[in-house]
């Protein structure tokens, strides 16, 4: 449940930054602005992508554990259900074989 958690709120975090990425980096300078002015954007433009790519790649590794996990799960359940399976049929096969082999001898 924890890894689900932090996998959506990872998800919600890349989502809300793209969404308010005007607001949190702020407008573009113009191209006569003065070089410090334009540095500051650069640093905040550069800080709020890292931070994006942190974010985007926290969910993607989150959901690659989560699908694996659910794989592993499915899989398991697979084998325990073919298990069942093959020694259902072998018990049926020997209450049919068992009643008719005691009746062939008496005869």
Not at 24 to 49: C, M
Not at 53 to 82: H, P
């Amino acid at each position: 449940m924890g890894l689900k958690l932090f996998t959506g709120l990872m998800l919600l975090a890349t989502l809300a930054l793209l969404v308010f990425r005007n607001q949190i980096v702020g407008p573009v300078p113009q191209r006569s602005a003065k070089r410090a002015v334009t540095l500051a954007y650069a640093e905040r433009d550069l800080a709020f992508t890292g931070l994006l790519i942190v974010t985007l790649t926290c969910a993607g590794i989150g959901s690659i554990v989560l699908v694996r996990r659910a794989n592993a799960e499915y899989r398991r359940l697979a084998l325990e259900n073919m298990q069942e399976l093959i020694e259902g049929t072998i018990r049926d096969q020997q209450s049919k074989v068992a009643p008719s082999d005691s009746g062939e001898h008496s005869a």
